[in-house]
Nanobody, 115 residues
Framework: VQLVESGGGLVQPGGSLRLSCAAS????????MRWYRQAPGKERELVAH????????TYGNSVKGRFVISRDNSKNTVYLQMSSLNPADTAVYYC?????????WGQGTQVTVSS
């Protein structure tokens, strides 16, 4: 099983980034996918959630209206489109797959928002 995040980097305040998480080794289309983030000295925070078919999405209060989670089950990939980024969004972003029995995590990708 692998979850590989990509797309992180350094971006200026107000900018945008799109994170990707490529999955392999399990039946991606049957798993709920989530993005979490963890900033230095802070607890891991749920950013966004998408159901297995993509029909339902939910977001953490701090990112509502700015971030969009989506998935392409034909590509075994989940995305996080991030807009209007601010320094408080600086963190390591992780994708996670769960079907309530199993849980898999990626290694994380760093997002830094700074001028």
């Amino acid at each position: 099983v692998q979850l590989v995040e990509s797309g992180g980097g350094l971006v200026q305040p107000g900018g945008s980034l799109r994170l990707s998480c490529a999955a392999s080794g399990f039946t991606f289309s049957t798993y709920v996918m989530r993005w979490y983030r963890q900033a230095p000295g802070k607890e891991r925070e749920l950013v966004a959630h998408i159901t297995s078919g993509g029909g339902i999405t939910t977001y953490g209060n701090s990112v509502k209206g700015r971030f969009v989670i989506s998935r392409d089950n034909s590509k075994n990939t989940v995305y996080l489109q991030m807009s209007s980024l601010n320094p408080a969004d600086t963190a390591v972003y992780y994708c996670m797959a769960t079907n309530s029995v199993a849980e898999y995590w990626g290694q994380g990708t760093q997002v830094t928002v700074s001028s």
